[in-house]
């Protein structure tokens, strides 16, 4: 079945920086990677996604890529604020099983002020 | 708030007790599912209803219980849990279990989670 992995599990950034975090994912069936953002007490909430017949999608601050070759693809936060603090997760998925999202195992980010 | 509430919060019980998570959405969405989500382990999906119909059930074991009566509400029944079952359980719903065509794909919209401690 499909595996996702994420890369790193925590990460710190001086506010104002970019924060990258990466994600693998195995099934080459997979069609559908969205980002989750986990913030303290809340579930978790989409923040962006991406379908696999594009290579990018930007969103004001927060970008995706994705490299199906590779089995790539990755998050992107430029002028990182301290309301970007929080637990963010990746997850992949297909059409053909729509139900089944498979989350990686987060990345918790911290911005320092 | 997302439109998807769970009851309780939090929940403490021992292990002979039974108790009941409850999840209700306010979005007009079709399909409701269960996540577990423990300390640095990704999201587990547990079960998946669509229209009221159970659809998955990823082998989780027989003392969780699941129920939807319809398709606004969704509980998992517990029922002599062991220590390791604590963890965040999350409901979740979609507009329902599109599948095939490109961009058929449902966001999920998430509750805040039941924190459950088994003693």
Known sequence: ?113 | ETGVTQTPRHLVMGMTNKKSLKCEQHLGHNAMYWYKQSAKKPLELMFVYNFKEQTENNSVPSRFSPECPNSSHLFLHLHTLQPEDSALYLCASSQDLSSGAMGSYNEQFFGPGTRLTVL
Do not use: M
Not at chain 1, 3 to 8: A, R, S
Not at chain 1, 29 to 48: C, D, H, R, T, V
Not at chain 1, 87 to 103: N, Q, T
């Open chain 1, 1 to 113: 079945g499909e595996n996702v992995e994420q890369h790193p599990s925590t990460l710190s950034v001086q506010e104002g920086d970019s924060a990258v975090i990466k994600c693998t994912y195995s099934d080459s069936a997979s069609n559908y990677f969205p980002w989750y953002k986990q913030e303290l007490g809340k579930g978790p909430q989409l923040i962006i996604d991406i379908r696999s017949n594009v290579g990018e999608k930007k969103d004001q601050r927060i970008a995706v890529t994705l490299n199906k070759t590779a089995k790539h693809f990755s998050l992107h936060i430029t002028e990182t604020q301290p309301e970007d603090s929080a637990v963010y997760f990746c997850a992949a998925s297909s059409y053909s099983s729509a139900s089944k999202i498979i989350f990686g195992s987060g990345t918790r980010l911290s911005i320092r002020p």
